[in-house]
């Protein structure tokens, strides 16, 4: 796929995450009140994993299996969050991820970044779909992937993992057609 993306939107810089970003995840991630509303992260979260974490995101990349990127305030480049294109289709599809750090929750930031990442999937990547999937009790997800032009697709009981225990979790699509008219 070429070298990370570098993205600026209004408020934010989307950009590769660096091994010194690796003790401010590892403390983001490491609050319930964030980790407990991900699918599938591990909780809690353990010592280090954040630097792990971070040393896989080249080779995922480089095989075009998934895209992460710091989300970042674009005044002063402080890291905030992370939106992610994982299980990438080349051509075809992807799924979208995003998480912001609690102190800069409910500003439009999980927005902006989710928008921002959307046009490069469907631009520069060229995808044809989409795909979300949130907790069912995560509202403020379901919000945005809502405003942002996702369509419910469907529920799967018991489908996703929060702190170790199933959880319901709604799937969401937003088709290129959607989106061109």
């Known amino acids: 796929m070429g070298d990370f ?24 991630a490491s609050e319930h009140a964030l980790i407990s509303m991900l699918d599938n992260a591990p909780c809690p979260y353990p010592d280090g994993a954040a630097a792990e ?32 294109l994982h299980d990438i289709r080349q051509g075809h599809r992807a799924e979208l991820g995003y998480w912001i750090a609690l102190p800069f929750q409910r500003r439009g930031y999980a927005f902006e970044a989710a928008c921002a990442m959307l046009r490069y999937g469907f631009g ?12 069912t009790r995560n509202a403020p997800s379901i919000a945005l992937l809502e405003k942002a032009g996702f369509v419910r697709e469907g529920m799967r009981p018991q489908w996703g993992v929060s702190c170790g225990k199933p959880e319901d979790i709604f799937c969401y699509g937003l088709y290129r057609a959607i989106l061109t008219g």
């Open 53 to 84: 974490w971070i040393t896989t995101h080249p080779g995922l990349f480089a095989a075009s299996q998934a895209l992460y990127l710091a989300v970042r305030l674009r005044e002063g480049k402080q890291l905030i969050g992370c939106v992610e």
């Open 124 to 135: 520069e990547m060229n995808l044809q779909r989409l795909d979300a999937t949130v907790l």
């Open 5 to 28: 993306p570098l993205i600026n939107t209004q408020n934010l810089t989307l950009s590769a995450f660096t091994a010194a970003d690796a003790p401010l995840v590892q403390a983001f």
